[in-house]
Protein backbone atom coordinates (compact mmCIF):
# COMPACT_ATOMS: atom_id res chain seq x y z
CA UNK A 1 0.00 0.00 0.00
CA UNK A 2 0.99 3.35 -0.93
CA UNK A 3 1.42 5.58 2.44
CA UNK A 4 3.23 7.97 4.34
CA UNK A 5 3.80 7.74 8.53
CA UNK A 6 4.51 10.78 10.20
CA UNK A 7 6.26 10.15 13.89
CA UNK A 8 8.01 11.82 16.33
CA UNK A 9 5.73 14.64 17.80
CA UNK A 10 5.02 14.48 21.59
CA UNK A 11 4.66 17.73 24.08
CA UNK A 12 7.45 20.24 24.56
CA UNK A 13 8.29 23.07 26.38
CA UNK A 14 9.20 26.59 24.82
CA UNK A 15 12.43 26.58 23.63
CA UNK A 16 12.64 23.04 23.26
CA UNK A 17 13.15 20.93 19.51
CA UNK A 18 11.37 17.83 18.05
CA UNK A 19 12.39 15.83 15.33
CA UNK A 20 9.89 14.62 13.08
CA UNK A 21 10.19 11.76 10.60
CA UNK A 22 7.87 10.26 7.56
CA UNK A 23 8.34 7.01 6.21
CA UNK A 24 7.23 6.66 2.70
CA UNK A 25 6.21 2.89 1.94
CA UNK A 26 4.80 1.63 -1.25
CA UNK A 27 6.72 3.71 -3.68
CA UNK A 28 10.02 4.95 -3.89
CA UNK A 29 10.40 8.58 -2.47
CA UNK A 30 13.53 9.76 -4.33
CA UNK A 31 11.58 9.89 -6.88
CA UNK A 32 9.62 13.09 -5.63
CA UNK A 33 9.41 16.32 -3.75
CA UNK A 34 8.60 16.20 -0.59
CA UNK A 35 6.72 18.85 1.80
CA UNK A 36 5.60 19.63 5.57
CA UNK A 37 2.41 20.90 6.31
CA UNK A 38 0.61 21.70 9.20
CA UNK A 39 -2.86 22.41 10.65
CA UNK A 40 -3.09 24.10 14.23
CA UNK A 41 -5.90 22.90 16.47
CA UNK A 42 -9.31 24.03 14.72
CA UNK A 43 -7.71 26.22 11.90
CA UNK A 44 -6.39 26.17 8.32
CA UNK A 45 -3.86 24.41 6.89
CA UNK A 46 -0.24 26.43 6.96
CA UNK A 47 2.44 25.18 4.44
CA UNK A 48 5.60 24.60 6.24
CA UNK A 49 8.10 23.42 4.00
CA UNK A 50 9.85 21.30 0.97
CA UNK A 51 12.41 19.72 -0.64
CA UNK A 52 13.72 18.11 -3.74
CA UNK A 53 14.61 14.59 -4.68
CA UNK A 54 18.43 15.00 -3.89
CA UNK A 55 18.12 17.09 -0.80
CA UNK A 56 19.53 19.90 -2.70
CA UNK A 57 16.63 22.50 -2.51
CA UNK A 58 14.62 23.65 0.55
CA UNK A 59 12.34 26.23 1.24
CA UNK A 60 10.42 27.30 4.25
CA UNK A 61 7.80 29.66 5.18
CA UNK A 62 9.30 32.63 6.99
CA UNK A 63 8.01 32.19 10.33
CA UNK A 64 10.14 28.51 10.84
CA UNK A 65 13.42 29.77 8.80
CA UNK A 66 16.35 29.70 11.04
CA UNK A 67 14.33 27.37 13.29
CA UNK A 68 12.95 24.73 11.52
CA UNK A 69 15.13 22.63 8.84
CA UNK A 70 13.75 19.82 6.34
CA UNK A 71 15.99 17.15 5.02
CA UNK A 72 15.64 13.48 3.76
CA UNK A 73 17.38 10.18 3.54
CA UNK A 74 16.98 8.19 0.48
CA UNK A 75 18.24 5.57 1.55
CA UNK A 76 15.86 4.59 4.02
CA UNK A 77 13.16 6.28 2.12
CA UNK A 78 12.54 8.84 4.53
CA UNK A 79 11.63 12.75 5.37
CA UNK A 80 12.26 14.90 8.60
CA UNK A 81 11.90 18.13 9.99
CA UNK A 82 13.85 19.22 12.68
CA UNK A 83 12.71 21.93 14.93
CA UNK A 84 14.24 24.26 16.96
CA UNK A 85 13.63 27.22 19.71
CA UNK A 86 9.49 25.67 19.33
CA UNK A 87 6.88 28.51 20.17
CA UNK A 88 3.75 28.18 21.85
CA UNK A 89 2.34 29.03 17.70
CA UNK A 90 4.21 26.37 16.43
CA UNK A 91 1.96 23.89 18.10
CA UNK A 92 0.11 21.89 15.48
CA UNK A 93 -0.71 18.37 13.33
CA UNK A 94 2.13 18.37 11.02
CA UNK A 95 1.65 16.32 8.09
CA UNK A 96 3.73 14.67 5.64
CA UNK A 97 3.10 15.14 2.09
CA UNK A 98 4.11 14.00 -1.37
CA UNK A 99 4.57 16.04 -3.77
CA UNK A 100 3.78 15.80 -7.83
CA UNK A 101 3.80 18.45 -10.61
CA UNK A 102 2.50 18.91 -14.03
CA UNK A 103 5.74 19.56 -16.15
CA UNK A 104 8.02 20.19 -13.13
CA UNK A 105 5.88 23.40 -12.04
CA UNK A 106 2.17 23.16 -11.32
CA UNK A 107 2.98 21.63 -7.86
CA UNK A 108 0.30 19.58 -5.33
CA UNK A 109 0.34 17.25 -2.84
CA UNK A 110 -1.18 14.08 -4.37
CA UNK A 111 -0.25 11.82 -1.06
CA UNK A 112 -0.50 12.84 2.31
CA UNK A 113 -0.05 11.25 5.80
CA UNK A 114 -2.18 11.10 8.90
CA UNK A 115 0.11 13.73 10.45
CA UNK A 116 1.64 13.62 13.96
CA UNK A 117 0.93 16.06 16.77
CA UNK A 118 3.21 18.53 18.64
CA UNK A 119 2.33 20.32 21.71
CA UNK A 120 4.60 23.70 22.87
CA UNK A 121 3.18 24.42 25.92
CA UNK A 122 5.15 24.96 29.76
CA UNK B 1 3.19 36.30 -0.42
CA UNK B 2 0.51 35.50 -2.21
CA UNK B 3 -2.89 35.97 -0.67
CA UNK B 4 -5.64 33.18 -1.29
CA UNK B 5 -8.72 34.63 -0.30
CA UNK B 6 -12.07 31.59 -0.16
CA UNK B 7 -15.72 32.51 -0.13
CA UNK B 8 -17.91 31.42 1.52
CA UNK B 9 -16.29 30.51 5.02
CA UNK B 10 -19.22 27.76 5.12
CA UNK B 11 -22.32 26.90 3.67
CA UNK B 12 -25.18 24.46 4.37
CA UNK B 13 -26.56 22.40 1.44
CA UNK B 14 -28.50 19.49 0.82
CA UNK B 15 -27.75 16.42 -1.30
CA UNK B 16 -27.84 15.99 -4.59
CA UNK B 17 -27.66 20.17 -4.52
CA UNK B 18 -25.13 21.51 -6.49
CA UNK B 19 -22.17 23.76 -4.54
CA UNK B 20 -19.74 26.26 -5.64
CA UNK B 21 -16.75 27.79 -3.82
CA UNK B 22 -14.70 30.41 -5.00
CA UNK B 23 -11.08 30.97 -4.89
CA UNK B 24 -9.62 34.40 -5.14
CA UNK B 25 -5.72 35.03 -5.53
CA UNK B 26 -3.73 38.10 -5.22
CA UNK B 27 -1.37 38.39 -7.43
CA UNK B 28 -2.16 36.22 -10.42
CA UNK B 29 -0.75 32.46 -9.89
CA UNK B 30 -1.95 31.08 -13.72
CA UNK B 31 -3.05 27.77 -13.05
CA UNK B 32 -1.02 26.87 -10.43
CA UNK B 33 -4.01 26.32 -7.97
CA UNK B 34 -5.61 22.78 -6.31
CA UNK B 35 -8.18 21.66 -4.38
CA UNK B 36 -8.31 19.38 -1.22
CA UNK B 37 -10.93 17.91 0.68
CA UNK B 38 -10.86 17.42 5.05
CA UNK B 39 -13.03 15.33 6.57
CA UNK B 40 -13.53 15.67 10.07
CA UNK B 41 -10.32 13.73 11.88
CA UNK B 42 -8.68 13.20 8.42
CA UNK B 43 -5.68 14.47 6.20
CA UNK B 44 -6.02 16.72 3.47
CA UNK B 45 -7.12 14.83 0.35
CA UNK B 46 -6.49 15.76 -3.06
CA UNK B 47 -8.89 16.43 -5.15
CA UNK B 48 -8.14 19.21 -7.87
CA UNK B 49 -4.84 20.03 -9.56
CA UNK B 50 -3.86 22.66 -12.26
CA UNK B 51 -7.09 24.52 -11.53
CA UNK B 52 -9.17 22.21 -13.83
CA UNK B 53 -7.49 18.52 -13.63
CA UNK B 54 -9.30 16.04 -11.58
CA UNK B 55 -6.87 13.64 -9.57
CA UNK B 56 -7.64 10.23 -10.29
CA UNK B 57 -10.03 8.79 -8.46
CA UNK B 58 -11.89 11.50 -7.70
CA UNK B 59 -15.64 11.87 -8.62
CA UNK B 60 -16.34 13.18 -11.41
CA UNK B 61 -18.92 15.12 -9.51
CA UNK B 62 -16.05 17.26 -8.89
CA UNK B 63 -14.56 19.91 -10.98
CA UNK B 64 -12.71 23.25 -11.22
CA UNK B 65 -12.77 25.92 -13.26
CA UNK B 66 -10.48 29.66 -13.24
CA UNK B 67 -7.28 31.07 -14.52
CA UNK B 68 -5.20 33.92 -12.81
CA UNK B 69 -6.64 35.22 -10.30
CA UNK B 70 -10.48 33.70 -9.79
CA UNK B 71 -11.01 30.11 -9.37
CA UNK B 72 -13.88 27.72 -8.66
CA UNK B 73 -14.50 24.14 -7.16
CA UNK B 74 -18.17 22.73 -8.54
CA UNK B 75 -19.34 20.09 -6.47
CA UNK B 76 -22.59 18.69 -8.57
CA UNK B 77 -25.01 16.64 -6.99
CA UNK B 78 -23.66 16.60 -3.19
CA UNK B 79 -23.20 13.12 -1.65
CA UNK B 80 -23.51 12.10 2.18
CA UNK B 81 -19.58 11.95 2.04
CA UNK B 82 -19.20 15.13 0.22
CA UNK B 83 -19.74 17.53 4.11
CA UNK B 84 -16.18 18.33 4.72
CA UNK B 85 -14.14 21.41 4.43
CA UNK B 86 -12.43 22.51 1.02
CA UNK B 87 -9.04 24.09 0.78
CA UNK B 88 -7.69 25.92 -2.00
CA UNK B 89 -3.75 26.61 -2.19
CA UNK B 90 -1.65 28.18 -4.89
CA UNK B 91 1.72 26.91 -5.48
CA UNK B 92 2.88 29.56 -7.84
CA UNK B 93 5.26 30.77 -5.49
CA UNK B 94 6.53 30.42 -2.02
CA UNK B 95 5.51 30.23 0.57
CA UNK B 96 2.86 28.28 -1.04
CA UNK B 97 -0.85 29.63 0.62
CA UNK B 98 -3.85 27.98 1.46
CA UNK B 99 -7.34 29.57 1.53
CA UNK B 100 -9.28 29.69 4.94
CA UNK B 101 -11.15 27.00 3.86
CA UNK B 102 -15.19 26.27 3.09
CA UNK B 103 -17.06 24.29 5.47
CA UNK B 104 -19.86 22.11 3.62
CA UNK B 105 -22.41 21.98 6.35
CA UNK B 106 -25.46 19.63 6.03
CA UNK B 107 -28.68 21.58 5.71
Known amino acids: EVQLLESGGGLVQPGGSLRLSCAAS????????MNWVRQAPGKGLEWVANINQDGSQKDYVDSVKGRFAISRDNAKNSVYLQMNSLRVEDTALYYC???????????????WGRGTLVTVSS | DIQVTQSPSSLSASVGDRVTISCRTSPAVASYLSWYQQRPGGPPKLLIY???SLQRGVPSTFSGSGFATEFTLTIDSLQPEDFATYYCQQTSSTPWTFGQGTKVEMK
Open chain 1, 26 to 33: GFTSVSYW
Open chain 1, 97 to 111: ARLDSVAGTRWYSDL
Open chain 2, 50 to 52: GAT
